[in-house]
T-cell receptor, first 115, second 114 residues
Framework: DSGVTQTPKHLITATGQRVTLRCSPR?????VYWYQQSLDQGLQFLIQ???????AKGNILERFSAQQFPDLHSELNLSSLELGDSALYFC??????????????FGSGTQLSVL | KNQVEQSPQSLIILEGKNCTLQ??????????LRWYKQDTGRGPVSLTI?????NTKSNGRYTATLDADTKQSSLHITASQLSDSASYIC?????????????FGSGTRLSIRP
């Protein structure tokens, strides 16, 4: 158990809909990262937050947004969903921004299926 | 362009055999290189982390090597076990204009056969 909790584990929805994925980082970790992993694809970095503020942005679509709350949990909002958004979405956390020798701890992911 | 490439894409070996997975990268300036193991449907789990000055790091039956000059890394698995069946992902961190950045390789899917 990595200590990173993601909910829900599975989500099935229709095109055009909006969903929210939730992540609770490990106790004490201030930095949260979101990744997308499509079928047979590598992990694609979406966005990073550190202590409530956006720190880095990757290949995140404009239809997607995220935030980190004062209690450090984070939410990834996906709107106007398309079939191609179906993927495994991972959250990871680390104590500080991704610094040398610092491990990333991954949650078990949320499997999103857009029908 | 900053890239991380892994080979082979997939590999099948018999239980008890050794294997070596490769990772080539072109990122600059390099910060560190990590190997992760990802079981199907689970989040990646860190195996090793190496900085520029380290050329080998072991974690049980897993040994990672790094050649910062040629920008190559390998992950050697000794005496493979069925539980080693997973995807192995090479992750390279480098320094961007304002923060550390990360690139994930696409992974090598390893299958161990009894």
């Amino acid at each position: 158990d990595s200590g990173v909790t993601q909910t829900p584990k599975h989500l099935i929805t229709a095109t055009g809909q909006r969903v929210t994925l939730r992540c609770s980082p490990r106790s004490g970790d201030l930095s949260v990262y979101w990744y997308q992993q499509s079928l047979d694809q590598g992990l694609q970095f979406l966005i990073q937050y550190y202590n409530g503020e956006e720190r880095a942005k990757g290949n995140i679509l404009e239809r997607f947004s995220a935030q980190q709350f004062p209690d450090l949990h984070s939410e990834l909002n996906l709107s106007s969903l398309e079939l191609g958004d179906s993927a495994l979405y991972f959250c990871a956390s680390s104590p500080r921004p991704f610094a040398t020798n610092e491990k990333l701890f991954f949650g078990s992911g949320t499997q999103l299926s857009v029908l | 362009k900053n890239q991380v490439e892994q080979s082979p894409q997939s590999l099948i070996i018999l239980e008890g055999k050794n294997c070596t997975l490769q990772c080539n990268y072109t990122v600059s300036p390099f910060s560190n290189l990590r190997w992760y193991k990802q079981d199907t449907g689970r989040g990646p789990v860190s195996l090793t982390i190496m900085t520029f000055s380290e050329n080998t790091k072991s974690n049980g039956r897993y040994t990672a090597t790094l050649d910062a000059d040629t920008k190559q890394s390998s992950l050697h698995i000794t005496a493979s076990q069925l539980s080693d069946s997973a995807s192995y992902i090479c992750v390279v961190s480098y320094w961007g204009s304002s923060a550390s950045k990360i690139i994930f390789g696409s992974g090598t899917r390893l299958s161990i056969r009894p």
